[in-house]
C-alpha cells in the first residue's frame, strides 16, 4: 500500500521520505456571498514505500480548515499541512 504525506505550499523536512512537488491546477471556482471554493488538480506518480508530496499554486489567503485532499485506491495519507511560503 503506498502512503502519502501532503504538505502544502512549503515542505517539512522529513529525512527518511522521498519528496514530491508538483503544481495545483485550478480546475474551477464557485462564488459565494462570504467567500469562494476553489478546486484544484495535480496528480503525480509515486514510488513505493511513503512520500512527501509538496503541493504548490494554492492561494496564500485560504482557509486552512478547509483543505481536503482525496487520493485513488491503495494510497493512505498520513496528514496534510498548509504552509504560506512568502
Known sequence: MKRLLITLLFPLSVS???QIKTKANL???????????MNHKG???????????????ISGKVNENSIQ??????VTIL????????
Open 16 to 18: 527518511a521520505q522521498q
Open 27 to 37: 480546475e474551477s471556482v464557485t462564488i459565494y456571498n462570504n467567500g469562494a471554493q
Open 43 to 57: 496528480k503525480v506518480n509515486l514510488p513505493a514505500g511513503t512520500s512527501e508530496v509538496v503541493i504548490n499554486n
Open 69 to 74: 485532499v482525496g487520493v485513488s485506491a491503495g
Open 79 to 86: 496528514a496534510v499541512q498548509f504552509n504560506r511560503d512568502f
